[in-house]
């Protein structure tokens, strides 16, 4: 059975399928050539630009490498811009060093 994804994620998704299909219209590229440069089906690009949760993420990389968006996207889990993991860590520091046994 298919689990129902959260409302932020699909609405996430299908805004970033809008953004590639609008990216890819303003560089004037058909549907067939991103495809092809992304080696994927038109089928699966059409999927991605209404923001199909059930295509890879693998898919949806080539689709902004084909586009030419860059390699911004690879920064978003960035673990140097982790507030939330920071806090976390700054939690966990002993408030006094112990020796170690041996």
Known sequence: MKRKL?????SGLKKL???????????RLKMSVVA??????R???AKI???NSGVGIGNYA???FAIGLGMEWTNLAD???DTMGRMLDEERIPLR???SKS
Do not use: F, H, M, N
Request: glycine share 8%; proline share 3%.
């Open 62 to 64: 080539a689709v902004i």
């Open 17 to 27: 399928g809008s953004d590639l299909k609008k990216a890819r219209l303003r560089r």
């Open 49 to 51: 630009q209404k923001g």
């Open 6 to 10: 959260p409302i932020t994620i699909s």
């Open 79 to 81: 673990i140097e811009k």
């Open 36 to 41: 092809d440069r992304a080696g994927i089906s």
């Open 97 to 99: 060093a112990r020796d």
């Open 43 to 45: 089928e699966t690009l």
